[in-house]
């Protein structure tokens, strides 16, 4: 069942992801969200196209000044991207393993951790199944953040669907964390009880 908005039980910690979807032959999307509890709501979004005459080389420049700029304003605690298509044909492939290269380097330039989710990684996380057409991402991009209509370009609900699904997965493995140290806890304090005694 797709999911209507992040886990209730969700920490209240605030989280701001800053989400990327770079692209050979349209547009690089990108997407700020701020996440607090169980409540997302969009800080900027948009796409930078190029002209057709650019260079590869200048369009990697505008990338990393791009998310470097990004970064600098909105400091988030995550960069998230979407990973390298499978069945690309090679060239284009190690294009956009170029272009994910500049971002990976804006981000670790600015300190901040970057994550890479599969394309099936974000629409099951965003949509609840690996298959969801653009559309439905949109749709639920929209839902999730609470905008008043769905994003566009697509390369921008695109990012801010990579920034979701990195603000999920963040959520479930804080949420696993604080389990697993509850469960370890009586036990701690057993041991250290003993040693008291002793």
Known sequence: MPPSSLPSNA???????????????????????????????????????????WTFAARLREIHLLISGLAEQFHPDAVAVESVFASLNVKTALRLAEMRGVVLLAAAQAEI????YTPREVKASVAGFGGASKQQIQQMVRS????????????????????????????????????????????IRAIDSRRRDG
Do not use: K, N
């Open 144 to 187: 999730l953040l609470g905008l008043p209509q769905v994003p566009e370009p697509t390369d921008a609900s695109d990012a801010l669907a990579v920034a979701l699904c990195h603000a999920q997965a963040a959520r479930a493995r804080e949420r696993a964390e604080a389990a697993a140290g509850r469960s370890r806890g009586p036990a």
């Open 113 to 116: 951790p970057a994550h890479s």
């Open 11 to 53: 920490p209240r910690r605030v989280l701001r992801v800053l989400g990327v979807d770079p692209a050979v032959a349209g547009a690089t999307g990108y997407g700020v969200i701020e996440v607090e509890g169980s409540q997302a709501r969009s800080m900027r979004f948009g796409a930078l196209a190029f002209p057709r005459h």
